[in-house]
């Protein structure tokens, strides 16, 4: 089975071919983090207008690269939430279109099952069932996955997520935006100390997380002081450590209470280094394994797309004809593959 995948949840138009046998084949990603930067942050208008623009060229350049010929696909999965709803749509819409212009199933994937479900694309895959640390610039989750399609939360953010926590004190810090990235590229330079942030709900038992009083804490260092290099260098470090440290300290009781040994961890944030290492460093110790998407695909793509659409049209799942985005959509509520 040969799938064509679109994503246009949220900033990033993208299209990939992934076959079952034979793996990926292409993906294309245009950013439009450019054409929102001068507002600071997604504005859904632009984002939906560009993805109508940039969706079919990076559709036709991902068959081209993939040496494949829309009479060779199997089917068409596209992103239908959660996320912006006219982002959604416009890449609903095409893939739909272009699905029944083919004549072949179309189904719409979860972006937070595209996320979970990207690291199945690297060589070593995770076993199931799993633990799963997904966080991005709209979600702090810990999920138990039994299987494909069988989530349970077991802990989220009660405010901001981590990687809101990255772009809202990298902001303050006079970056642009998505600054997450660029933060942590800046605390390279920081000096360890210097300044120390709150790591909320760390000694409270269970696992949900806060992040909204780390823009607070990083505004009181801030204030009434001049902004040099070595002060944003050594803030920069102080928050990434406060949330990395957070985000270890809480994968790690998840891993306990579950008594997991493999834990996936995927989203944007994911793609951090130092997160990167300290995990991997901490469940090594605790006797766990941790996988992660190539750190291409922890940011949206549409290879996840694929892959969790393929999963699902192999298994003989599609939708109707309509044309239909969710907003919202509980990612608890998804069934199976055998369902
Ligand atoms: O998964 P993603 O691309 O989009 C969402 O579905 O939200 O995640 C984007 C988030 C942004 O907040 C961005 O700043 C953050 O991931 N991010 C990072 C890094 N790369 C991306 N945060 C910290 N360090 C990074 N290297
Ligand atoms: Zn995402």
């Not at 984002?47 to 350049?61: C, E, I, K």
Request: with cysteine; hydrophobic share 45%.
């Amino acid at each position: 089975m040969r799938v064509l995948a679109i994503e246009s949840s949220c900033d990033e138009s993208a299209a990939a071919v992934l076959d079952a046998r034979a793996g990926l084949l292409a993906h294309e990603l245009f950013s439009q983090a450019e054409l929102h930067r001068a507002y600071g942050g997604v504005v859904p208008e632009l984002a939906s207008r560009d993805h109508v623009r940039r969706l079919l060229p990076l559709v036709r350049r991902a068959l081209e690269r993939a040496g494949t010929g829309p009479g060779e696909l199997h089917g068409i999965a596209y992103t239908a939430g959660p996320g912006l709803i006219g982002a959604l749509l416009s890449g609903a819409a095409l893939a739909r279109s272009l699905a029944y212009a083919l004549r072949l199933p179309a189904i719409g994937v979860h972006h937070l099952e595209g996320h979970l479900l990207a690291p199945l694309l690297e060589p070593e895959a995770p076993p199931f069932p799993h633990l799963a640390l997904l966080v991005s610039g709209g979600h702090t989750l810990l999920i138990e996955v039994a299987a494909i399609g069988s989530y349970r939360v077991l802990g989220a953010s009660r405010d901001d997520a981590a990687g809101e926590a990255f772009d809202k004190s990298a902001k303050l810090l006079g970056l642009p935006y998505p600054g997450g990235p660029q933060l942590a590229q800046l605390a390279e330079q920081g000096r360890a100390g210097a300044f120390s942030f709150p790591r909320p709900m760390i000694d409270r038992p269970g696992l949900e997380f806060s992040f909204s009083g780390l823009k607070t804490a990083v505004r009181h260092a801030l204030h009434g002081r001049e902004l040099t290099a070595q002060l944003r260098a050594d803030v920069a470090r102080a928050v990434q450590e406060a949330i990395v440290e957070t985000l270890v300290a809480k994968s790690l009781r998840a891993l306990e209470y579950t008594a997991r040994g493999a834990l996936v961890v995927s989203g944007g944030v994911s793609a951090n280094r130092l997160l990167r290492e300290r995990l991997s460093a901490a469940a090594g110790r605790a006797g766990a394994r941790v996988y992660y998407p190539r750190v291409e695909f922890s940011t949206d793509n549409a290879a996840m797309i694929a892959m969790a659409g393929l999963k699902r049209l192999e298994a003989g799942q599609h939708d109707g004809l309509a044309i239909q985005a969710r907003a919202q959509w509980p990612l608890e509520s998804l069934r199976g593959l055998a369902a």
